[in-house]
């Protein structure tokens, strides 16, 4: 079947706006988690959705980062008033609740800030 | 919180040769620890995991070990290809609550022919 995907690929903006970044998880899987890696660098949890449940944000690096689940599906990660330091590759991970704890990730987006 | 500390950074074996990554983690109550692999450009892929309750885990040429004593676990392949050139990062999460990843730095495997 279709695993995670992303989109877009690859955005590039300038410092001060906001950005959208948009995941469609495996379909069924009600667990999504959405990650940054920084060029060289592991993956850093950022947020966690379960079904209809409140939201993990406990690794969220500011309040400019925000991310929403509707309908328990497609999620959307916006950065406002991005910075530099914002680059980095955003990846989305969705996992099916129950006995597996197995992630699969998609391809991300490779958010470059000027 | 978890911290996932990975070694080494970078390892170049020759082909058919063994090659060996090890992780440490700190939060005991980690129980559940996954290995991917990523290729340049690509999304990260689960290659194996193994859960507490076991010691050692193979699949083919890999394999993976845990010491839940001395909280560290490793990554062993067999007789590398150059197709697994690649970085490799280990994990650990917990059972409970959101079961997010806490990834090691990443290992970058060369494998020379």
């Known amino acids: 079947g279709a695993g995670v995907s992303q989109s877009p690929s690859n955005k590039v903006t300038e410092k001060g706006k906001d950005v959208e970044l948009r995941c469609d998880p495996i379909?069924?899987?009600?667990?999504l988690y959405w990650y940054r890696q920084s060029l060289g660098q592991g993956l850093e949890f950022l947020i966690y959705f379960q079904g209809n449940s409140a939201p993990d944000k406990s690794g969220l690096p500011s309040d400019r980062f925000s991310a929403e689940r509707t309908g328990g599906s497609v999620s959307t990660l916006t950065i406002q008033r991005t910075q530099q330091e914002d680059s980095a590759v955003y990846l989305c991970?969705?996992?099916?609740?129950?006995?597996?704890?197995?992630?699969?990730f998609g391809p991300g987006t490779r958010l470059t800030v000027l | 919180g978890e911290n996932v500390e990975q070694h080494p950074s970078t390892l170049s074996v020759q082909e058919g040769d063994s090659a060996v990554i090890k992780c440490t983690y700190s939060?005991?109550?980690?129980?559940?620890f996954p290995w991917y692999k990523q290729e340049l450009g690509k999304r990260p892929q689960l290659i194996i995991d193994?859960?507490?309750?076991?010691g050692e885990k193979k699949d083919q040429r890999i394999a993976v070990t845990l010491n839940k004593t001395a909280k560290h676990f490793s990554l062993h392949i067999t007789e590398t290809q150059p197709e697994d050139s690649a970085v490799y990062f280990c994990?650990?999460?917990?059972?409970?609550?959101?079961?997010?990843?806490?990834f090691g730095t990443g290992t970058r495997l060369t494998v020379i022919p």
């Open positions: 939060d005991s109550a980690s129980n559940y």
């Open positions: 991970a969705s996992r099916q609740q129950g006995s597996t704890d197995t992630q699969y």
């Open positions: 193994i859960r507490s309750n076991v």
């Open positions: 379909s069924g899987h009600t667990a």
């Open positions: 994990a650990a999460s917990k059972k409970t609550g959101a079961n997010n990843l806490f």
